[in-house]
C-alpha cells in the first residue's frame, strides 16, 4: 500500500499534530512524543540517510511526491497534506519548501562519544542556534567524535539547530543539559585532555597538541567560557588581525579544523 491510498489532507489547524508541531517549534524543542521537527528535503534526506525512524511527514500537495518517494513510502510513516495556508503556520522558516518531518532523534551512550582518538567539542553556553548548529556542522566535517551540550546553551532539537546542523546532529554523538562540572567529570573520566578557548593569553591554536584525546570548550558569544573551566583547563587563543574576536561557530570551527590538519584529517 503506497502513501497515496493512506494520506490524510489536514484542513484544520486544530488537527492534534499540526498543534504539537505548532508547540515543539515554539518550545524550540521536541514534541510530546520526544520527534525534532526536520524541516526541507535537505534534512529528510539526511534523517533517512542516517537510518533514523520518520514517523510523519507533513508537506503540501506540490511537495508530498517528492517527500514521499524519499521516504520510500515506508509503511510506519504517517503521510499528511495541508493547503500552503495551513503549513506556513507549522514553519519555522522564511521560504517554506512544503516539507516538515518528524524525526525520532538517535539515542547516544556517553561512551559513544569517546570512541577512537576522541575529539569533543563542548558547548557552554552557546546561546544563539544558528551557531550552535553551524558548530556540530563543522565538528561532524572535521572528525569531532562528539559534543556535549551545557545547560544554557540552544537546544540541540530547535529546529533552528538542527537546519543550522544540516543534519549533522543525526549522526554526531552528544549529551546534553549537562553542568560544567559534569563536563569536566566526563572528560576526566576518559583520559580527555580538555582546553577552553579564551581571547586572550592562550596558547596559540597552532602550537596547542590537539593530536591527543581533547576537549574543545567553546563559550558563549556574550560571556565567554565558565569560570569552572578556566580554572581548570589549558588556554586556547586564535591569533587575529584587525577584530578583537571571533563569533562562536567561527571559533570552534578554526579550533576543529586545526585538529584534523594536525591528526592528518584521519
Not at 44 to 61: C, D, P
Not at 97 to 119: N, Y
Not at 229 to 250: C, H, Q
Request: charged share 20%; glycine share 10%.
Amino acid at each position: 500500500m503506497n502513501y497515496l491510498s493512506r494520506r490524510e489532507h489536514v484542513t484544520s489547524p486544530h488537527n492534534p499534530l499540526l498543534k504539537e508541531i505548532r508547540r515543539a517549534a515554539a518550545r524550540g524543542g521536541l514534541t510530546s512524543d520526544g520527534l525534532c521537527l526536520a524541516e526541507g528535503m535537505h534534512l529528510l534526506e539526511e534523517a533517512l540517510r542516517s537510518g533514523l525512524e520518520i514517523a510523519a511527514i507533513v508537506a503540501t500537495e506540490n511537495a508530498i511526491s517528492a517527500a514521499a518517494g524519499a521516504a520510500k513510502d515506508s509503511a510506519k510513516t504517517r503521510f499528511l497534506t495541508v493547503d500552503l495556508p495551513l503549513f506556513h503556520g507549522i514553519s519555522t522558516t522564511e521560504s517554506p519548501q512544503g516539507v516538515v518531518a518528524l524525526v525520532r532523534p538517535p539515542e547516544w551512550k556517553e561512551e559513544d562519544l569517546f570512541l577512537k582518538t576522541p575529539l569533543i567539542v563542548v558547548l557552554d553556553g552557546v546561546q544563539d542556534p544558528g551557531n550552535a548548529g553551524t558548530l556540530m556542522r563543522a565538528a561532524e566535517a572535521f572528525g569531532a567524535t562528539g559534543a556535549l551540550f551545557l545547560k544554557g546553551t540552544a537546544n540541540a532539537w530547535n529546529p533552528k539547530t538542527l537546519r543550522a546542523s544540516a543534519g549533522s546532529l543525526f549522526r554526531l554523538p552528544m549529551r546534553d543539559s549537562l553542568t560544567p562540572a559534569e563536563a569536566l567529570e566526563a572528560l576526566a573520566g576518559h583520559g580527555v585532555a580538555g582546553w577552553t578557548t579564551l581571547l586572550t593569553g592562550g596558547v596559540s591554536v597552532d602550537q596547542a597538541d590537539l593530536k591527543q584525546p581533547c576537549g574543545i570548550v567553546i563559550g558563549s558569544e556574550a560571556h565567554g567560557v565558565s569560570e569552572e573551566f578556566r580554572k581548570s583547563l589549558k588556554g586556547i587563543t586564535i591569533p587575529t588581525m584587525a577584530v578583537e574576536s571571533l563569533n562562536a561557530a567561527v571559533a570552534g570551527a578554526v579550533v576543529l579544523y586545526e585538529a584534523a590538519r594536525q591528526r592528518g584529517f584521519q
